[in-house]
């Protein structure tokens, strides 16, 4: 009798969580804020850290929490290495927190234009998920122009594209589109300012409007 009323239990709680997650919206709006320590150690190696926080449901509800540790290897001025860890807290289809381990691996190269900067970016990424495990490649390409001085001083415009390659999907699962600002404030501080848009038919929600800020901080 206990084992069948557990088994019925079981299957009701399933049952519900597919009912909530079929009640998740498709889209939403939502505000992502980040902060990027950086330690040079010299001009070759730095280490990273990173918190981010995601807030959805129209930037109401704190829907992500981030931590990030690393560092970045820079063989020369166009090229560099950024291998990092984060520990992910985000809300399920059911609305509680689940930890998510993820290990990282960038490689980005700057192309050697003068009049604007063009850079791709190669990321790869582990998820640990509970039993739950897969990795995913993001490639992206970042264009990014100076804004004249008279109209905000040092500062530049940048568009990024980006797309997603999940192996448990066996196909490409997300496309990211940024346009943002970024300004420098001192040799230690700059601020990103942006607007990305984000498609995803397989997430919910997964089709996003998003606001965010980044700042980067040099100690």
Do not use: C
């Not at 020369?76 to 985000?90: C, E, G, L, R, V």
Request: glycine share 6%.
């Amino acid at each position: 009798m206990m084992r069948t009323a557990t088994i019925v239990i079981f299957v009701a709680a399933i049952f519900v969580g597919r009912i909530h997650a079929q009640l998740q919206p498709e889209d939403d709006n939502q505000s992502w804020n980040d902060v990027l320590l950086t330690l040079p150690v010299n001009k070759y190696f730095e280490f990273n850290t990173a918190v981010t926080m995601r807030f959805g449901k129209n930037a109401t509800h704190l829907s992500d929490g981030r931590f990030a540790i690393g560092f970045t290897v820079k063989p020369n001025k166009s090229f560099s290495i950024q291998p990092f860890y984060w520990n992910i807290q985000a809300r399920n289809a059911i609305g509680e927190f689940r930890m998510e381990h993820r290990f990282n691996l960038r490689f980005v190269y700057k192309l050697p234009i003068k009049t604007f900067g063009l850079s791709h970016r190669s990321g790869f990424e582990y998820r640990i998920r509970g039993p739950l495990k897969a990795w995913r490649y993001r490639p992206s390409l970042t264009f990014e122009k100076a804004i004249p001085e008279h109209w905000i001083a040092k500062s530049k415009f940048y568009a990024t594209e980006e797309i997603f390659y999940d192996s448990l999907l066996k196909r490409l699962s997300r496309n990211r589109f940024t346009l943002g600002i970024n300004r420098i404030i001192s040799k230690q501080v700059s601020v990103d300012l942006y607007y990305m848009r984000q498609n995803d038919g397989f997430t919910r929600p997964g089709d996003l409007n998003v606001i965010g800020t980044g700042w980067r901080v040099k100690l």
